[in-house]
């Protein structure tokens, strides 16, 4: 932690930085500290992007947005510091059933000001999901993480050298999923549609364990009647949500015309919903911390490549904490060719230990390790593997020799917690249009 900044517990993390709780000793309050990774402390990239981040949130003076305290930069890290919420996720709500539409109504309109301030700065969400919304006991809502916004105003802002578009698979728009256009305040719609549509009715419209077939989903499948999800939701509702998802962006509504249209609905007018109690909450203080330990091994001419070890939370941890994952991404890239003495990438598969990968709580240890196959040219590939939820464990470069036709990359993650998890964790050769994936299971007999 930095000076005058006592810590408490881990919160959550993503790809980018680590969250925990901590006291601002000279001030007595408690605030949220976002910490960047060790890994990305030498990426000039990365710290640019950490320090937009801040000047961008510092510039919101909006009560449904996270607000911004400080920005620390030391010798070993930097710190974001910025005001703690002591809320429930919108997605731990969610995941015990739909909310009452009155509540809900209340919930989205918090957000959709959030979305408008940041618009009217020129600025685009780019992951909008119930993970990153806190509901106040009260029943108000801030809207946090915008960790991968970028200012539409200025085209350098949170670019990747890649140019790749980030984002939770999700809640995908599926204009940036076929590669078209560019994040701007009607994408963030669309995700906001999806998180309305979730919260109304407790389902998403498109499920699916790998990351790329649920991206796909987004624009080539029609979202399913939100009343067949939901019995008696009220017709103007589901037209309300239907149109916040239209495919075409200049046909989507946009956050507050959607939720001013839901607030027209009379409370008599929506249906009762069944909601399952909260799960019983774990001490914080005494949970354990999941780990990602990620290495990658290139097949002889090529040295061993040094093991890289990256300390995270996992999405089962975070789960029974009932906090919310922040920058969760995952990159999608469309496939293409290797040219004559450019390096190619034939096939991709991945191998788990145990085998097959059923494993149980309170902790387990999964080993998985993807091989890819090339031409044997020499070049750079860039392997991303993502997680069950979609949120992205690891993404290594890996350097190729010519006459090398073989790499591999290798992930150990350790499961903590009771929370079952059943998925596939994938991995994509980003740039090259193939993937594969593994099944994991975790359970608590009984």
Known sequence: M????????????GGFGEVVLARQTRLNRMVAVKRIHAAALGDTESLERFRREARLLATMDCPSVVRVFDLVRGPDGAHLVM????????????SRGPLPGSQAVVVLRDVADALAAAASRGIVHRDIKPH????????RAKLGDFGLARAVSDPGVFRTAADTTLGTPAYFPPELG???????ERSDAYSFA????????????????????????????????????????????????LSGMAKDPASRMLPQELVSNLAKIPPDAW???????????????????????????SVPPTPRLKRRTIRRRSWVLLAVAGVAVLGSAVAWAAGRAGGPGELDVTSVRVTGDPSPTRVECPRAEVRLAAVVDTNGAGGRLTLVWT??????????????????RQVESRLTLTLAGRQPVRGDVVVAVEDRGLTASHPVVYRCPG
């Open 132 to 139: 990153n919304v806190f509901v106040l006991p009260d029943g």
């Open 194 to 241: 999806v998180v309305a549509y979730e919260t109304l009715t407790g389902r998403r419209p498109y499920e699916h364990a790998d990351a790329i077939a649920l991206i796909t989903a987004h624009w080539r499948l029609e979202p399913p009647d939100p009343r067949s999800l939901l019995p008696g939701l009220p017709r103007r509702a589901a037209d309300t949500l």
């Open 387 to 404: 997680g069950p939820d979609g949120s992205t464990l690891a993404r290594r470069q890996i350097d190729t020799s010519a006459g090398q």
């Open 271 to 297: 249906p009762t919903v069944e909601r399952r109690p909260p799960r019983p909450r774990p001490d914080l203080r005494a949970a354990p911390t999941a780990r990602v330990h990620v290495g990658s091994d």
């Open 178 to 184: 076929q590669g078209e256009g560019e994040p701007d």
């Open 2 to 13: 930095p000076d005058g900044y006592e810590f408490i517990r881990v919160l959550g993390a």
């Open 83 to 94: 005001e703690y919420v002591a809320g429930e996720p919108l997605s731990e709500l969610v």
